[in-house]
Structure formats: C-alpha cells, structure tokens
C-alpha cells in the first residue's frame, strides 16, 4: 500500500485528522481489497495508489460532513457496499456508529464480514440480502454509485428512521435524477467534494423524509 504519509496528508486536506490506530486500519483494509481482488474481483482497480485515491480518501471525504450532520451515535446501512465503501471507513472512523454493509453479492458480503474480524470493529458487519426485502430501522442510509437518486430512496425508504438521512456519493450533480426525485423525499444539501489526488467531479447528496 501507499505510504501513511500520503494517507494522513490526503486526509489532511479533507479536514480529518487520522490517529495511528485509524491509519493503520485503513492501510491495512486497502491491502484486503488487494488481497482479495486477484480472487474474488471486489473492485476494478488492481494498483494500490488507485486504491489509496479512489477508494480510502474518495470514502474519508464524507467523514467531516457526517460528523458534521450526525455528530452522535447512529446505526447506518450502506447499500450496494461492494467491497465496503463508504462503510467500512466509516465503521473506522466512527466507533460511535454501528455500519451494516449490504450487498446482493454473498462473496462481497463476505468480504466485509472478514474485514470486522481481521481489523477488530465490533461496529462493523458485512449482511448479504436485497434492499427492498431487508428489515430494520436506520439512521443513516448511504450508497456510492449504487443506483439513480430515485431508485435509492424507494428501496430504501422503508428502512430509514423518521428522523433519519441519507447520504448519497455522486460523481457530477445528479441534475437530471434530482428532478425525478419523488416529493416524499426532501433533498436538503447537495455538497461537491474535492478529494486529493482524484481528477474527478464528487458530490454527496444530502435527503430526507418530508415531514406530514
């Protein structure tokens, strides 16, 4: 993997400062994915800078908008989590908040599962199911390049605490989805990122449940 220098600094631009132990782990989760990939094909990428860029800083980029939105103890499904991401960083980060990875793939469910067991996070289980038939109450509600905005929020709506959020990782704002979005649902911040590193147009699109 790439160096912890590299690791810290990139953090570091994205407002979030790593301890040893949480820059360990996330080196050592981008070696799993590597580890993994040559069998099980988790992720497209094979390189570990492309893993360092496009996978752990992409992910901590969401970390001080979520502290900064849910600065308390939560439960939170990621949905479509493929090999983790968002969740796993953040069951890394955050040890305040219980992160279920969920994935219709069991070998990516899976990996998660091992994940937990080699890195220690009690906060962090990998569940191998569809959206629509999970039960369960949630927080929060993320997914990276899951699905469009509207099919994320109807598969999901029916898992999302009253009070909850979503969270959404986009590339370039979803303008065309955001106008299909249903009038359930309350779009309340769409907020570009910029991760070190990554030539590419980032955004997470904040929403939740209009009130009655």
Same mark, same amino acid.
């Given at each position: #993997?790439?160096?912890?220098?590299?690791?810290?600094?990139?953090? =570091?631009?994205?407002?979030?400062?790593?301890?040893?132990?949480?820059?360990?782990?996330?080196?050592?989760?981008?070696?799993? &994915?590597?580890?993994?990939?040559?069998?099980?094909?988790?992720?497209?990428? +094979?390189?570990?800078? !492309?893993?360092?860029?496009?996978?752990?800083?992409?992910?901590?980029?969401? &970390?001080?908008?979520?502290?900064?939105?849910?600065?308390?103890? *939560?439960?939170?499904?990621?949905?479509?989590?493929?090999?983790?991401? @968002?969740?796993?960083?953040?069951? &890394? #980060? +955050?040890?305040?908040? *219980?992160?279920?990875? /969920?994935?219709?793939?069991?070998?990516?469910? =899976?990996?998660?599962?091992?994940?937990?067991?080699?890195?220690?996070?009690?906060?962090?289980?990998?569940?191998?199911? +569809?959206?629509?038939?999970?039960?369960?109450? $949630?927080?929060?509600?993320?997914?990276?390049? $899951?699905?469009?905005? @509207?099919? $994320? $929020?109807?598969?999901?709506?029916?898992? /999302?605490?009253?009070?909850? +959020?979503?969270?959404? #990782?986009?590339?370039?704002?979803?303008?065309?989805?955001?106008?299909?979005? !249903?009038?359930?649902?309350?779009?309340?911040?769409?907020?570009?990122?910029?991760?070190?590193?990554?030539?590419?147009?980032?955004?997470?699109?904040?929403?939740?449940?209009?009130?009655?």
């Amino acid at each position: #993997m790439s160096s912890e220098r590299e690791l810290h600094a990139g953090a =570091a631009a994205l407002g979030v400062n790593l301890d040893d132990r949480q820059c360990e782990r996330l080196l050592a989760y981008g070696e799993l &994915i590597l580890k993994w990939n040559k069998v099980y094909n988790l992720t497209a990428l +094979r390189d570990p800078a !492309s893993v360092l860029t496009h996978h752990l800083l992409d992910s901590l980029s969401i &970390i001080a908008p979520l502290a900064r939105e849910w600065p308390g103890r *939560a439960a939170l499904l990621d949905v479509g989590a493929g090999a983790g991401l @968002p969740g796993v960083v953040i069951a &890394i #980060m +955050r040890d305040d908040i *219980a992160v279920t990875c /969920l994935d219709a793939v069991a070998k990516k469910a =899976a990996f998660v599962q091992q994940v937990s067991a080699e890195l220690g996070l009690p906060n962090l289980r990998g569940v191998h199911s +569809r959206v629509e038939s999970l039960a369960g109450t $949630f927080d929060l509600i993320s997914s990276r390049a $899951f699905a469009s905005l @509207p099919d $994320f $929020f109807a598969g999901s709506k029916h898992l /999302l605490a009253p009070s909850g +959020r979503w969270l959404a #990782m986009k590339g370039k704002v979803p303008s065309g989805e955001l106008a299909l979005v !249903s009038h359930e649902i309350q779009v309340f911040h769409v907020e570009q990122l910029r991760v070190p590193g990554l030539e590419a147009d980032r955004c997470i699109v904040w929403a939740r449940k209009q009130a009655d």
